[in-house]
C-alpha cells in the first residue's frame, strides 16, 4: 500500500501505516524528523520529489536513509479516505459486487476495482494503494 503523508491528514496516515504495516510512503512536502522517526518501523520505501528531499532536515535524512526513492510520481491520486478503504474491503467480503459498492458509496466503479485490486496484493505481502 502506498501511503501519501500529507499535514493535513497526518494523524490519520501514521494511524493506518501503524496498522497495516509494511508500507511505502509518498512524501510530497517536508515533514518533521519526528513523524519519520514515529512511522519508520512500519515502511518498506519511502517516495520523495527531489525538491522535497532537499528541504528535509539533515536528521529526517538520516532516519529514513537507505528506504529513500528519489523520484517524481506521475498521476492523480485516489481521493479515498480510510474509512471508505475499509468499508470498501468490508462490503466486498460480505458479498457485494463492485458495481453494487460504487453506486452505495457513490464513487466510480473503477476506484472500487483498483482498491480491492490492491487490497488482495497486500493481503499477498505486495505494496500500493494511493490514499491522499
Known amino acids: 500500500m502506498l501511503v501519501v503523508l500529507e499535514k493535513e491528514s497526518l494523524k490519520e ?51 529514513i536513509k537507505g528506504k529513500t526513492e528519489i523520484s517524481s510520481r506521475r498521476g492523480r491520486f485516489a481521493e479515498v479516505d480510510v474509512e471508505t478503504v475499509a468499508q470498501i474491503i468490508a462490503m466486498y467480503r460480505a458479498g457485494a459486487s463492485i458495481r453494487e459498492i460504487a453506486r452505495a458509496l457513490n464513487m466510480p466503479k473503477s476506484t472500487v476495482h483498483y482498491i480491492l485490486t490492491k487490497e488482495r496484493k497486500i493481503r499477498d505481502g505486495g505494496v500500493k494503494i494511493l490514499i491522499q
Open 13 to 63: 496516515a501514521v494511524e493506518l501505516i501503524k496498522n497495516l504495516k509494511k508500507v511505502a510512503v509518498h512524501v510530497p512536502r517536508p515533514l518533521p524528523a519526528e513523524i519519520f522517526k514515529e512511522v519508520d518501523p512500519y515502511v518498506e520505501k519511502y517516495y520523495l520529489p527531489p525538491s522535497t528531499w532537499r528541504r528535509l532536515s539533515k536528521k529526517a535524512k538520516e532516519i
